[in-house]
Nanobody, 117 residues
Framework: QVQLVESGGGLVQAGGSLRLSCATSGRTFSSYLKWYRQAPGKEREFVAAISFSWGGGSTNYAVSVRGRFTISRDNAKNTVYLQMNSLKPEDTAIYYC?????????WGQGTQVTVSS
């Protein structure tokens, strides 16, 4: 059974930082792990992804967050992180962790990030 549990969201002022965590369990060990977000009234959108590697996986970012957000993973802790710096009001959304395992798409419950101007 694959489970993804996000934490670390909250309210922050513009320009501030937050670090999201996603604790994974089940067969996610070698999976490509991703962060998505969904703002009110908008579709869910890709934020960042990281592949599996003991030396640190390759990463990919949405243009809107490149240079401000950093995705990382701790394979020993089965946890993926999203360090978010220089936050903007438009980053306000529910942030979701995602893993595809054996062709099945798994999502966490999400964590709310609110950036005030």
């Amino acid at each position: 059974q694959v489970q993804l549990v996000e934490s670390g969201g909250g309210l922050v002022q513009a320009g501030g930082s937050l670090r999201l965590s996603c604790a994974t369990s089940g067969r996610t060990f070698s999976s490509y792990l991703k962060w998505y977000r969904q703002a009110p009234g908008k579709e869910r959108e890709f934020v960042a992804a990281i592949s599996f590697s003991w030396g640190g996986g390759s990463t990919n970012y949405a243009v809107s967050v490149r240079g401000r957000f950093t995705i990382s993973r701790d394979n020993a802790k089965n946890t993926v992180y999203l360090q978010m710096n220089s936050l903007k009001p438009e980053d306000t959304a529910i942030y979701y962790c995602n893993a595809v395992v054996s062709g099945h798409n798994y999502w966490g419950q999400g964590t709310q990030v609110t950036v005030s101007s």
